[in-house]
């Protein structure tokens, strides 16, 4: 009896042990909770004329506390879902009330963040059956759209750097899928990616990364994360085990979760901390359960 107590015992401890060894990351309590007596960032619409489209196309756009025309800052472009448009991630996930708090608490390099409408077709409301093909589709024709129409506009009209080392893309779910997609095929344009819960529009890995030896001197930051509970993620997974295979480093980070905000604002709030800053990737681990 006393030796089966002590084997109990000494298993607890091994748990306990392994438990303390595999906390991940998240965000502290309160990152999303609105605060009054912080500085605020500012929320826009802009309107850009799209060549690819054919038409004008919104987009919103965040700008941090502070924000002065006189200075210069680095871009996130943030990509909605399957069912969103430009302003999806304002409603669903408040992005500025996290970027204010981090403001507030010193951790995030100053950038503007432009949300555009991921959907690039004439009737880009996410209205009917989101689902049908030519609207799929819109979100791969967005590539171009994002390259040749929005981003030479935002970089005409507002005091934003021009390289790829002050551009970053991150989106959730097809928006995932479009951020590696577009991301991994345009290193020339990006050198931070991140993909939140990617979706199936996600290319197979041997196509998404042909040349993975470039992508490892070019990328800055790769950040593919998914809720444990979502079925999407093997995408996520399949991307994770080819990086590994081909030795590019990547954050891969699994949170508890499903396919929802929750996660998607955690994941900003620890992606967003890490842009525009000088890169630890040996700080890379402390995000994955695998040692
Ligand atoms: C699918 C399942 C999910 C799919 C897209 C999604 C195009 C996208 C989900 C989202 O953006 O939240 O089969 O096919």
Do not use: Y
């Given at each position: 009896m006393k030796r089966l107590i002590s084997i109990l015992v000494t298993l607890l401890f091994i748990q306990i042990a392994v438990f303390a060894q595999k906390q991940i990351p998240t965000a502290p309590a309160g990152f999303d909770v609105n605060q009054e007596n912080i500085p605020h960032g500012k929320i826009d619409t802009i309107q850009y004329a799209s060549k690819t489209v054919g038409t004008n196309r919104k987009a919103t756009i965040y700008f941090p506390p502070g924000y002065q025309k006189t200075k210069k800052y680095p871009v996130l472009y943030l990509l909605h879902g399957i069912g969103g448009d430009e302003k999806e991630w304002l409603n669903g996930g408040k992005p500025q009330v996290i970027f204010d708090n981090l403001y507030a608490a010193g951790k995030l390099?100053?950038?503007?963040?432009?949300m555009p409408n991921g959907r690039a077709m004439q009737d880009d409301r996410a209205t009917g059956n989101i689902m049908a093909p030519e609207k799929v589709a819109a979100f791969a024709t967005f590539e171009k759209d994002l390259l040749q129409d929005l981003i030479p506009y935002v970089e005409k009209n507002y005091p934003v750097f021009k390289d790829r080392n002050h551009r970053a893309l991150a989106g959730l779910s097809m928006g995932g899928g479009q951020s590696l997609n577009f991301g991994l095929g345009n290193l020339d344009?990006?050198?931070?990616?991140?993909?939140?819960?990617?979706?199936?529009?996600?290319?197979v890995p041997a196509e998404l990364l042909p040349d993975p030896a470039k992508a490892k001197t070019m990328l800055k930051l790769l950040w593919i994360s998914c809720g444990d509970n979502d079925r999407l993620l093997n995408f996520s997974q399949r991307t994770h085990e080819y990086l590994v295979e081909k030795n590019v480093p990547h954050i891969y980070y699994v949170e508890p979760g499903v396919h929802d905000f929750k996660v998607w604002k955690n994941d900003l709030h620890l992606f967003s901390q890490l842009l525009f800053k000088p890169v630890d990737q040996a700080a890379f681990q402390k995000y994955s359960l695998n040692p």
């Open positions: 390099e100053p950038m503007l963040v432009v344009t990006f050198a931070w990616v991140g993909g939140f819960s990617s979706a199936p529009n996600t290319k």
